[in-house]
């Protein structure tokens, strides 16, 4: 679905992005681990359209998508959520979501003065997906709140709640999990896992959760020093030496039975 | 060779010197504004009337001590009146923060709640100035008024052309250098610099590094104080004093710094030169300078102005608008907020 | 009949010209504080100045504050306004519609000389466009065939340059730059620096003394970009010499004010009562306050309508020469029945449609002190 | 006497109070770690214990004295450190300045322990000209505990320092903190990778909506079931 | 110009209080008005309220692009001034000499404007790399020089068309409130450019950089004298209610005059004056409710969610650039319909009289201290400022007055309050801002 080939990304003489190759097939979760300052995030970037990359390829589909900007990409199915999140943080839940599905009527202005009617029509259609989006994400009783005013974990599940407004092919996530408590983790998790089954998204993560990323991706791109440095399954992966040497460390004696034990996604799925 | 030294000499009278030193004046507002700007975090509207205020008490202190028959040969007492001024003016901003800006800092207000009461504070101090010392031009400046006359130079050099410099335009370049110089060297390598720096970055987490944030309020506030001071002084020194035209100072010392790279000292230095170099040197007409250059009996027909004069303020904003679009964060990239 | 009389006082005390609208404001109380002292005005009625701040170019803000003096305070006329825009705003939008008479002492476009005005609007400064053709002359007589031009970016100094330009060109003279600067900023070395390059024999300065006139003038002698500086009625006042001192050598220009000769007792008049009479305008507008109340004593009431009708007659022969420091008596004379030729310290002569018609003085600059060497 | 005492702490931002009686304590040589879910009101409590809040009830004690008034420069000098939880780093300066500013108020500038923080972050000594504004999320996660640990305080308050970085430093920073510890500096940490913090902790505190619903050992928590189940994300393993 | 990327209104607001209340906050405005009337006179009052009206158009425009949109636009000024220049261009009255003397050699230029451009359109197109860029060059330059030729001798042959009179080429002589459209076109379309230009500029930079656009505008209109007359105004331009001298000499007006017991001087000041205002306010009316529709629709919600995160928004799909654009550009035209309704009023366009205090961050003023974001709030604020603005002049001399009446007329102090009192005005509006400020810091109809 998603083919990269040898991008480059250089912040000055930076090279934060350095000759990056990957693929992420249709109907994938995908994992992408790696050092801090691997180049995950700025790989992300690229890929959604903040910022064109120095050189290199990004495509969609077999469509050249390189440098489009992020809004058209949204069109095109490509959605991402932030690692730290972007909530709107003035409008409330509902309206957070509301805003996200393309083309509504009501967002041309002469729509919205001289065509109520329509406008009224799209939005209780949409408000009827919001309504479900927050039923599923356990959110329903903020639904008025301002969304600046969620704790951490909450935002992030709105953000991820943006992504099902829409249709979308492929979604990244960068680091939904960081300082979210981890039964929280454990429902996004699961939300991951049914919009990946039940809707066929296909999704790119970065996370440094290893219990997490080997619960829900298969294949693990692990990134370091701005390029690829292995691919494949999860526990294929988090044995691989270069792996465990640059990423993972031997573990702490005190946490290693901990990364031991072997992940099931079935575990806490309901 | 003749032609050559004429052509420099003609050069340097109308646009190297006035632009060097009025770019000095704008300069020198210009980091006021930035440093407010870096570390407390806001436009500050009111620079341009604290400039006149300060210039205001040197002002009322040079009368006093020019009635007391204090003199200092060729230099302008106003320089005695400077420091005494200086503090006046640090006094005065202080009990502004703590009458007015506390409150809205204390309430962690948005950059454009205080914008707009610094606009508040502008009208104020507008007023007042004017109530205290009127509108209309005041010069101060004693002393000899020239080092060298345009004429005396023609007599000593026996060029064509003449090269006139003035007491207070060595004195601004001097004086601006030295609180430049020394202005730098108190942020970049003092604790109290960095700690200013640090709080401007990031003020909660100054707070937790142990930084008092009164302090450092209070030094950026006696900084931007003394330093509208000296620029007020050394502007109306040079040029006149009438609150009117301290306050129009205030756009082109904005755009100087935003050209910089706001929050930059440096980029307020570069771009209180850059703008007034554009202001001089885009207006000037070259045509002399061509006759002098050009071959013997040369002559040029048309005045070789690159823009007239009626646009001179356009043109510090033409180049303003293309370095943003070149860099849009300014010359030495400046913060964004 | 009133014991008191209100009469507005509209200046840009405010904004661009606010070092000048002072001793303006000052000049015109004089004449007020002089007829009210002299008891002769319609029996004994005191007149009272009510300022207002014109903003020189605000017009809606002029026109709220020509609005409360007319019919808030409740003046019977106006002195005012200074600046041609806000003066011009002022007559269209307040006092034609209520019929009050207005008199501005600065405002010299000449535009307002056809202004729809229902006999209500009177100046008391000449129109540009003859000043200009008067100072061409003045230039031309020193032998002078090339200069330099500088205007304030107003309707007032650029109507002024264009008359000056014409003229003087159409004389056989040659500007070699006619550049504008505008007011209320400090730094005017790229405009001298340009005017420089032009070069000429002098330079013209068609400004405000208190204003960018003077800082294009010091910019020019510190430079040595000019030796000879020319300027007209609002580069008239001692001013610049105190401002420049001895680096000021040749200077000469025009001023409005014909009839009075070196006798002018103005100057007096206006120092005995501290009134700083150095400024450009303060003459005029003390002329304009002396006319609107000789007006008014010539009708016999204090109202607009008695100004307007009686103000020609007033100003004009025939009758007895009023100078200024004079008024008490005009008083008399008119109360009497009497004319009288008001001459006031400008000289007041109006032309049919209530304007000065231009005869000026020429002033220059000797032994640091301006004085009259001819009237044109 | 323990370093830390805050009792009953009451407050929050606006009307409504985020902590309703929590209680916190820490001693020397210890490790506290809070754990709870998002909201909880855990990074508030710190504000609180840190002055940067203030309190509609309860005590916070400090070596035996009443700390409520003091703003919270004050309680660095004091001997307290500590890393926020967000916009934990001086973007504009550069990393080297950002550790400097850690040793603000000791008078030596902190020469030596800058070594030792750049031993522990290898990483971070690579970038230490570069500005902190422009490292990746986990690198600036590393600066700021190296911030932190310039003063070489007597009570080290981190929030969430692990959240963002990898496994590998993770582990050598739970492996420093426990150092530190050990040198009779006390540790308070909020961490929602709990079961590592848990690990390493002396005293651990559950807190939910603002109250402290469990408290005990590091281990103990870790063996409840119910914590497990409903703040360390159940028993997947 | 301030750290604002930080959205205008902030999370977390305190609910609205008692005193928030739009009803009652316009009724004391009313009453304001209403004191004036009784206490000043009526006249001023409605001269006062007409400004108001037109303030609060003003304030609208750029709550549209702050409150809106996040966009800090100083260049405010410069559009009011094209309303204003639009104005002239469709009321005034043509030259046809000046179109004699230079209209072919106008028209000639922009000829030449549009071959030069469609000659770059060409290069661009078919050329690549170096030679692309040379010859962009080249035809600017050669573009340039040809221009000067046409447009040199023709504008200074309009302007030598009886220079004192008129020496531009007039307007159409058609009715002014087409001026109004036309103003607001105008406006837009220079806010277009300037948009497709500045817009990717972050906040203060954006600022300084239409800050400087404005100024580039007005020195434009203040210099090209061929057009809009420049510094030498256009003064009694045609107005499109009836002129109080006409009604004073009507005799059917003076008797209705005397049957209610008025002045006929008074009463037409006031007729006109109502008249102004009722055009004024079907405007006002008019643009409130498009732009409340606007704001409470998807739009509106997409444009705050774009003030609030634009990289999200965009994320999203909305094209944020494409949105500030038309946020800045309806904006515009606003200030630029305004402009055109101030010269209206005012019977004249001066460019000497655009300054950015009084047409930038005076507007910039009201909308904050209505309350950023609230149509309603800023509108209020237009209404407030503008009435303290006026009034504080009226203040300060009365209360000068007031200090110097025991005094000696003519002692030093009493001279010194006389010279005061005008700048106790700027002194009492700072004063009020402050306040203001202080007691509702989110502005006083604060966002939602
Ligand atoms: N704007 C920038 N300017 C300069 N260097 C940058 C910039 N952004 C990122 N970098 C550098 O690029 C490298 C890659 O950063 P990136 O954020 O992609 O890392 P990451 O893999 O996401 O790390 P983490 O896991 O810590 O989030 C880092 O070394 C960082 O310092
Ligand atoms: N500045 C603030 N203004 C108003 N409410 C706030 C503010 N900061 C936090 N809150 C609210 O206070 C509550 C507790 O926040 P706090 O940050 O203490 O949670 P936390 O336990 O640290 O959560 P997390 O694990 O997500 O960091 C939350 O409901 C949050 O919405
Ligand atoms: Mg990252
Ligand atoms: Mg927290």
């Avoid at chain 1, 300052?37 to 390829?57: C, D, H, M, Q, R």
Wanted: glycine fraction near 12%; charged fraction near 15%.
């Amino acid at each position: 679905m998603i083919r990269v080939t040898d991008l480059h990304k250089h912040f000055g003489g930076v090279h934060a992005v350095d000759g990056a190759s990957i693929e992420i097939k249709t109907g994938t979760i995908t994992g992408l681990i790696g050092p801090n300052g691997a180049g995950k995030t700025t790989l992300f970037n690229v890929i959604a359209g903040a910022f064109p990359p120095t050189s290199g390829k990004v495509e969609l589909d077999g469509e050249d998508i390189t440098g489009l900007p992020a809004h058209e990409l949204f069109h095109k199915g490509l959605l991402r959520t932030f690692q730290i999140a972007h909530e709107f943080s003035t409008l409330t839940v509902r309206d957070n979501l509301m805003m996200v599905p393309p083309s509504q009527p009501g967002e041309s202005l002469i729509s919205a003065w001289f065509r109520p009617s329509a406008v009224r029509k799209s939005e209780k259609e949409i408000s009827d997906r919001v309504d479900e989006v927050l039923d599923f994400l356990g959110l329903t009783h903020l639904v008025d709140e301002r969304a600046g005013n969620l704790s951490g974990g909450q935002k992030k599940l709105l953000e991820l709640g943006r992504t099902m407004m829409v249709d979308a092919k492929i979604v990244f996530l960068d680091e939904v999990g960081a300082g979210v408590n981890r039964t929280l983790l454990n429902t996004i998790g699961d939300a991951i896992i049914r919009l990946n089954k039940e809707r066929g998204y296909t999704f790119c993560m970065i996370e440094h959760d290893m219990a997490f990323i080997s619960r829900l991706c298969d294949p693990v791109i692990v990134m370091a020093e701005g390029k690829v440095l292995v691919e494949g399954p999860a526990d294929v992966v988090r044995k691989d030496e270069r792996v465990i040497e640059a990423y993972l460390g031997v573990g702490r004696k005190q946490a290693a039975k901990h990364e031991d034990t072997a992940p099931s996604a079935q575990g806490a799925t309901p | 060779m003749i032609d050559v030294a004429n052509a420099l000499v003609l050069l340097s009278n109308f646009v190297l010197i006035p632009a060097i030193t009025y770019g000095a004046q704008l300069a020198l507002g210009a980091l006021g504004i930035t440093l407010i700007y870096a570390i407390l975090r806001f436009a500050n509207f009111a620079h341009g009337d604290t400039m006149a205020f300060g210039t205001m008490l040197a002002i009322f202190l040079t009368w006093g001590m020019q009635s007391l028959g204090w003199s200092l040969g060729p230099l302008p007492v106003a320089l005695l009146a400077l420091p005494l001024a200086i503090l006046g003016t640090i006094a005065m901003v202080l009990a502004t923060d703590k009458v007015i800006y506390k409150f809205y800092r204390d309430k962690r207000v948005d950059a454009v709640i205080f914008v707009m009461v610094s606009v508040g504070v502008m009208f104020m101090m507008n007023g007042l100035v004017r109530i205290f010392i009127g509108t209309g031009d005041i010069n101060f400046a004693d002393g000899s008024r020239f080092i060298i006359r345009a004429r005396e130079f023609r007599e000593m050099t026996g060029l064509d052309e003449g090269l006139a410099l003035r007491t207070t335009q060595v004195i601004t370049i001097v004086v601006a250098v030295a609180v430049m110089a020394s202005l730098f060297w108190f942020l970049q390598k003092t604790r109290t610099g960095k700690s200013m720096r640090a709080f401007s970055d990031n003020e909660d987490l100054a707070l937790l590094s142990g930084i008092k944030p009164e302090k450092v309020v209070m030094v950026t506030w006696m900084l931007a104080a003394a330093l509208a001071t000296i620029a007020g002084v050394l502007y109306g020194l040079d040029k006149g004093f009438r609150p009117f035209t301290y306050f129009q100072l205030l756009l082109p010392m904005f755009a100087a710094a935003i050209l910089g790279g706001i929050g930059q000292p440096i980029g307020a230095v570069v771009g209180g030169f850059v703008i007034a170099f554009s202001e001089v040197a885009v207006t000037y007409a070259y045509r002399r300078v061509f006759e002098y250059l050009g071959p013997e009996g040369f002559e040029v027909d048309g005045l070789m102005q690159l823009l007239e004069t009626e646009y001179k303020f356009a043109v510090s904003f033409i180049l303003l608008v293309i370095v943003l679009l070149v860099r849009p964060t300014g010359i030495f990239r400046g913060r964004i907020v | 009949m009133d014991d008191e009389v209100k009469l507005g006082i509209i200046l840009g005390f405010s904004g661009p010209i606010e070092s000048l609208t002072p001793d303006m404001a000052d000049g015109a109380e004089l004449a007020m504080s002089e007829i009210s002292d002299s008891g002769n005005f319609l029996g004994g009625t005191t007149v009272s100045s009510v300022r207002a701040d014109s903003t020189c170019i605000d017009a809606a803000a002029a026109t709220a504050a020509a609005e409360r003096l007319i019919s808030a305070e409740g003046v019977a006329a106006i002195m005012g306004a200074d600046c041609s825009g806000v003066t011009t705003a002022i007559i269209n939008n307040a006092t034609v519609p209520q019929g009050i008479v207005n008199i501005s002492p600065s405002a010299t476009s000449p535009a307002l000389t056809d202004i729809e005005d229902n006999g209500l609007f009177f100046r008391t400064a000449p129109s540009d466009a003859r000043q200009g053709i008067v100072l061409a002359e003045v230039v031309m007589d020193r032998g002078i065939d090339e200069v330099a031009v500088t205007f304030t970016n107003n309707d007032y100094g650029q109507g002024f340059a264009d008359a000056f330009v014409s003229a003087f060109e159409g004389m056989g003279g040659t500007v070699t730059l006619s550049a504008p600067h505008e007011d209320g900023r400090g730094d005017y070395s790229a405009e001298v620096g340009a005017l420089a390059a032009a070069g000429g024999d002098a330079l013209v300065v068609l400004g405000y003394v208190d204003q960018g006139g003077l800082g294009v003038i010091r910019s020019s002698i510190d430079t040595g970009a000019f030796d000879t500086f020319v300027g007209g009625d609002g580069m008239f006042g001692t001013s610049l010499v105190d401002n420049l001192g001895a680096d000021l050598e040749s200077w000469y220009g025009t001023v409005p004010g014909s009839a009075v000769g070196d006798d002018n007792p103005w100057p007096a008049v206006a120092d005995a009562a501290g009134v700083n009479h150095e400024g450009p305008f303060v003459g005029q507008s003390y002329d304009a306050a002396a006319l609107i109340l000789l007006a008014m004593q010539a009708g016999g009431e204090a109202t607009s309508e008695a100004a307007a009708a009686n103000m020609l007659a007033v100003a004009n022969a025939p009758g007895e020469q009023i100078q200024a420091g004079e008024l008490a008596r005009g008083l008399e004379i008119l109360a009497a029945g009497g004319e009288i030729d008001y001459v006031g310290a400008t000289g007041v002569e109006f032309s049919d449609v209530g304007e000065p018609d231009g005869v000026f003085n020429e002033f220059e600059l000797i032994d640091g002190s301006l004085d009259t060497v001819r009237t044109r | 006497m323990t370093l830390l005492q805050a009792n009953n702490m009451r407050g929050g931002y606006g009307k409504a109070d985020i902590l309703q009686d929590c209680t916190i304590t820490c001693d020397r040589g210890e490790v506290a770690v809070i754990v709870g879910p998002n909201g909880a009101g855990k990074s508030t409590a710190i504000k609180a214990i840190f002055g940067m809040m203030g309190l509609r009830e309860g005590e916070v004690t400090f070596d035996g004295e009443t700390i409520n008034g003091l703003p919270p420069q004050a309680r660095v000098e004091a001997g307290m450190g500590m890393v926020p939880q967000t916009n934990n780093v001086f973007p504009g300066m550069t990393v080297e300045e950002n550790l400097q500013m850690g040793a603000f108020l000791r008078e030596d500038g902190g020469a030596g322990v800058i070594d030792k923080v750049y031993e522990l972050f290898p990483a971070v000594f690579e970038k230490r000209y570069q500005h902190a504004g422009e490292l990746s999320g986990g690198q600036r996660q590393q600066v700021a505990v190296g911030r932190a640990m310039m003063t070489e305080p007597t009570l080290l308050i981190l929030d969430e320092p692990t959240a963002g970085v990898s496994p590998i430093v993770m582990d050598e920073l739970f492996d420093r903190i426990l150092e530190i510890a050990k040198t009779g500096v006390a540790i308070l940490m909020v961490e929602q990778n709990a079961r590592q913090a848990l690990e390493i902790a002396d005293t651990g505190y559950v807190l939910v909506q603002g109250q402290n619903r469990f408290t005990d050992t590091g281990a103990a928590l870790l063996a409840d079931k119910e914590v497990r189940a409903t703040f360390l994300g159940g028993d997947q393993s | 110009m301030s750290g604002s990327s930080t959205s205008p209104a902030r999370v977390a607001a305190d609910q609205p209080t008692l005193w928030q209340n739009p009803i009652l906050l316009f009724s004391i405005m009313a009453v304001l008005l209403a004191v004036t009337g009784f206490a000043q006179s009526w006249l001023l009052a409605l001269t006062i309220l007409q400004l108001c009206i037109i303030s609060a158009i003003m304030t609208l425009g750029v709550n549209v692009q702050w409150g809106y949109a996040g966009l800090f636009n100083a260049g405010t000024m410069g559009f009011v001034a094209l309303g204003g220049l639009a104005a002239v261009l469709v009321a005034a009255d043509p030259v046809p000499e000046a179109w004699v003397a230079g209209g072919a050699g106008i028209g000639l230029s922009a000829l030449i404007i549009c071959a030069t451009i469609a000659a770059i359109m060409l290069v661009r197109a078919y050329l690549n790399g170096l030679l692309r860029f040379l010859a962009t060059i080249a035809c600017l330059v050669a573009g340039y020089i040809v221009f000067g030729q046409a447009f040199g001798p023709a504008t200074e042959a309009i302007e030598a068309v009886n220079p004192a009179q008129s020496g531009y080429l007039g307007g159409m002589g058609i009715s002014i409130l087409f001026g109004w459209l036309l103003g607001g076109l105008l406006a837009a379309g220079a806010a277009w450019i300037i948009g497709k230009i500045a817009i990717g500029l972050r906040s203060d930079y954006l600022a300084i950089a239409t800050l400087g656009i404005a100024e580039i505008i007005l020195a434009f209109i203040k210099n090209e004298d061929w057009l809009s007359r420049g510094v030498k105004n256009v003064t009694s331009l045609p107005r499109p209610v009836p002129y109080e001298v006409d009604l004073q000499t009507d005799p059917a007006f003076i008797e209705l005059a005397a049957n209610w017991g008025m002045e006929p001087n008074a009463l037409a000041g006031i007729v006109v004056k109502l008249a102004f205002i009722a055009l004024f306010t079907l405007v006002l009316v008019v643009l409130v409710h498009l732009a409340e529709r606007a704001l409470r629709s998807p739009w509106g919600r997409m444009m705050r969610a774009i003030r609030d995160r634009p990289d999200a928004a965009s994320a999203m799909g909305k094209d944020v650039k494409r949105r500030h654009l038309q946020a800045f550009v309806i904006g515009s035209a606003i200030c630029g319909i305004a402009g055109a309704m101030l010269v209206t009023v005012d019977g004249q366009f001066t460019p000497g009289s655009y300054q950015p205090l009084r047409f930038t961050f005076l507007v910039l003023v009201m909308v904050v201290v209505g309350g950023s974001g609230n149509n309603l709030g800023s509108v209020l604020g237009g209404f407030l400022i503008w009435f303290v603005w006026v009034q504080s002049e009226a203040v300060g001399f009365a209360l000068v007055n007031l200090l110097s009446s025991g005094l000696d007329p003519s002692s030093w102090l009493a001279g010194h309050l006389t010279q005061a009192a005008p700048h106790l005005r700027p002194v009492l509006m700072g004063l009020i801002l402050v306040l203001a400020l202080r007691f509702a810091p989110r502005g006083l109809i604060p966002e939602r």
